[in-house]
């Protein structure tokens, strides 16, 4: 059975055996504001949601990650919809993402309903990367 929660303190070493990228400091207050999520496949944790809110008002995923075992599988997409619907709920009408436009991700997003909105260059050090696409979809 699949299940989307929202992350608690005691999911953190599982957290982070999976993002590289969010700072520690910022694991406790995203609990807190029940910003980051744990799926589960069969009670077992299987990947991470999070996000922030862009402009403080756009719910902006900022990651979503499967392990490998179970891509292609659709509980990216289940993780997504469950996702879009509680922003909803909230009174959200739009929610936003993005990703490198050299990642596959992008392709994901827009046959989910996403929609390109635009890019960003970043070459200044040490953030410098390749193009970063920006994507949103209306609920």
């Known amino acids: 059975m699949f299940i989307i929660a929202h992350a608690t303190l005691q999911d953190k070493p599982y957290w982070y055996s999976l993002d590289r990228h969010m700072p520690k400091s910022e694991y406790e207050p995203k609990v807190r504001d029940k910003r980051c999520y744990i ?3 069969n009670e077992q944790p299987i ?3 999070r996000y922030n809110l862009f402009w ?7 990651l979503i990650f499967l392990e490998d075992a179970y891509h292609r599988k659709g509980l990216g997409s ?11 709920a909230l009174g959200h009408k739009m929610v936003m993402t993005s990703t490198q ?7 994901f997003y ?9 890019c960003l260059v970043m070459n200044d050090p040490p ?8 994507l ?3 609920l």
Do not use: C
């Not at 953030?127 to 920006?134: A, G, T, W």
């Open 136 to 138: 949103s979809k209306g």
């Open 47 to 49: 990947g991470i949601l």
């Open 39 to 41: 799926l589960r496949e």
């Open 101 to 107: 436009a050299d990642e596959k991700a992008q392709f």
């Open 127 to 134: 953030y410098e990367q390749p193009l970063e696409v920006f």
């Open 56 to 62: 403080d008002v756009i719910p902006f995923l900022t």
């Open 78 to 88: 289940k993780a997504m919809a469950h996702w879009e619907n509680e922003m909803g």
């Open 110 to 118: 827009r046959k989910l309903g996403y929609k390109d909105m635009g």
